[in-house]
């Protein structure tokens, strides 16, 4: 009811300094992302907010998308993202996983995010052939045509399928697939840079 004040209230409040100054971040432990940047109380660390807008603004994926997600920041500005809710902070090695680097003048997201949220992007999607997508999972930079803003992108390859709905295989005669990101790239003077991370990097048949 209006007027009244939850735990959850409580214990915000007491989470808050008095002063109003900022704290230092804590680097070895997670924190959850305050939802809005006026309920911010670590100097530096990007809010629930900022994040989602990020990722509409750059890639167009709805703000809905991440409803059921809670974000958190271990380290210097390394954002994971959750499927669900944890007491915060926490002092774990992972949760969910890692999904963008703030902290930065860029932000950049990570191969996993891209991978888990890039098929809802509609911006800032840069779709190759066969052998462009070989090479950008080999960790290759190609020089590639492209008329939408630089920076960071992500890289998609169309996937076909056989007509009974199976993966098609090269030289199968396929129907039209799904684009499937791949992973994300840096778009710069005529140039898509791949920064595959190097343990991930493989070929568009194993990604299948």
């Known amino acids: 009811m209006a007027g009244e004040r939850s735990e959850g ?12 100054e900022l704290e230092e971040n804590v680097g070895y432990r997670f924190d959850r992302l305050p939802a809005t940047a006026d309920e911010r109380r670590v100097e530096g660390r990007a809010s629930r907010e900022e994040v989602i807008e990020y990722f509409h603004d ?18 210097a500005g390394k954002i994971w ?7 915060s902070p926490i002092e774990i090695e992972a949760i969910g996983m890692t999904c963008l680097r703030t902290r930065q003048e860029h932000w950049k997201p990570t191969t996993d995010a891209v991978q ?3 098929p809802y992007a509609t911006d800032c ?18 020089e590639l045509e492209w008329d939408g803003d630089w920076g960071y992108l992500i890289a998609a390859h169309e996937i076909g399928v056989e007509p009974e709905g199976r993966p098609g295989r090269d030289g199968d005669a396929v129907e039209g ?19 595959v991370p190097k343990g991930r990097q493989r070929s568009v048949s194993d990604a299948r």
């Open 9 to 20: 209230d409580d214990e915000r409040a007491s989470e808050t300094p008095e002063s109003g």
């Open 58 to 75: 750059r890639f167009g994926i709805p703000p809905e998308t991440f409803d059921e997600y809670t974000f958190w920041e271990k380290g």
């Open 81 to 87: 993202v959750y499927a669900g809710e944890a007491p």
């Open 116 to 118: 888990r949220f890039g």
């Open 125 to 142: 999607v840069i779709e190759l052939s066969r052998e462009e997508a070989r090479a950008f999972t080999d960790g290759q930079d190609q």
């Open 177 to 195: 697939g799904k684009l499937e990101p791949l992973g994300v790239g840096l778009y710069v003077h005529g140039e898509l840079q791949s920064v």
